[in-house]
Each structure stands twice: as structure tokens, then as C-alpha cells.
């Protein structure tokens, strides 16, 4: 079975011959080869899909298994089939990260997530709250968690404390980077 790395680097090439495609064929061309990438994808969900119902039905023990494994989950995720709310998985990365966080003396709360824009408010608690180093802490252990968990997040806002709030974005490489981070973001 392949490794996560090589996996993620197919994906990349995928997109990378996709960029290639665009800058070399002619539309036509072009259009074929979106439509059969399409046509592909729309199958394997369905096939996904039809596993999911079946799991459900049969062995739901299964499901959790399915879950539970990085590169089922991640096609599921691709497939809009995770059985897993984005509340539930933003809330599962940011446990995972907890033991990192409380060896720093600090904690992180999450305040609401806005599924339409992809964004994530947070807040650092503790002695991560006005670290200098939170920026870098948010960057190396949550950001990776949410990311991972679910990749639909585009926009990471951290909500300081003080009166003169102040927010950190994190970009997260070529994906959609909005303006201004959304003000409501809903409590969730």
C-alpha cells in the first residue's frame, strides 16, 4: 500500500498536469480531459457512497474502521461522503493538538466555524494567550490538525483577548483567501 507522502504527491501531479493541460492544449482537448477526470471522480463517489450505505447497513463497526483510516477518510472527505460534521472534525484536530498546547502552558477554544467561507475562529488560552510564539504554535500544531481534518478550512482567525483585538490570519497555501476574515462567524 502506498504511503500518505506519495498519495498527496498524486494528487499534486494531478494538478500539476491539469496546469499543463490548460497552458499547452487546445480547449477541446482541454474539456475532454476535465470531463473524463469528472466522469471518474462522480463514479468512484458513487462507489464510495454505495460502500458507506452498505457499511451503515451490515457493519457499522466498519464504517468507524473506514473512517478511522487517513486515506479512506480522505476520499470520503473529497467525495462530501465523511460521515463526520466539520463541527466534529475541527473539534477532533483541536483535541489532538490539546497535549502539545498544555505542554506550553496554554489551551485553545474554538468559537465558531463559518462552513460557507471555510473559516475557523479561535481563541489561545493560557500562557499561549499574547505569546510571541502563539503565531508559530498556531502555524506548526493547530493549523496542521484543522487542515487534515478538514481540508474545506481556508481561513484560520485567532481571536486575541485585549481590547484591541487584533486577528492573525493563516493562509493555507493556493486555496481561496478572503479579504476580511467573516465578523459572525457562527458558535457552533
Not at 475532454?32 to 469528472?38: D, I, K, Q, S, T
Not at 466555524?113 to 499574547?130: F, P, Q
Not at 493563516?170 to 476580511?180: H, Q, R
Amino acid at each position: 500500500m502506498s504511503e500518505p507522502q506519495n498519495l498527496r504527491a498524486v494528487g499534486d501531479r494531478i494538478e500539476q498536469a491539469l496546469d499543463e493541460l490548460h497552458a499547452t492544449a487546445d480547449p477541446r482537448t482541454i474539456n475532454l480531459a476535465e470531463e473524463l477526470l469528472r466522469l471518474v471522480t462522480e463514479l468512484y463517489g458513487a462507489g464510495f457512497s454505495r460502500i458507506i450505505e452498505l457499511a451503515r447497513e451490515h457493519a457499522p463497526g466498519l464504517l468507524d474502521e473506514l473512517v478511522d483510516d487517513d486515506l479512506v477518510a480522505s476520499l470520503l472527505l473529497v467525495q462530501g461522503l465523511h460521515p463526520a460534521s466539520i463541527d466534529a472534525r475541527v473539534e477532533a484536530a483541536l483535541v489532538s493538538v490539546r497535549p502539545f498546547l498544555a505542554q506550553h502552558g496554554g489551551d485553545v477554544e474554538l468559537l465558531g466555524i463559518d462552513e460557507e467561507r471555510g473559516a475557523v475562529k479561535l481563541r489561545l488560552l493560557g500562557s499561549c494567550d499574547g505569546c510571541p510564539s502563539s503565531s508559530s504554535t498556531l502555524r506548526g500544531a493547530v493549523e496542521v490538525a484543522i487542515v487534515e481534518a478538514a481540508p474545506e478550512i481556508v481561513r484560520i482567525v485567532v481571536e486575541e483577548p485585549t481590547p484591541a483585538a487584533v486577528s492573525v490570519p493563516v493562509a493555507l497555501g493556493s486555496k481561496p483567501i478572503f479579504d476580511e476574515c467573516p465578523v459572525e462567524v457562527s458558535t457552533g
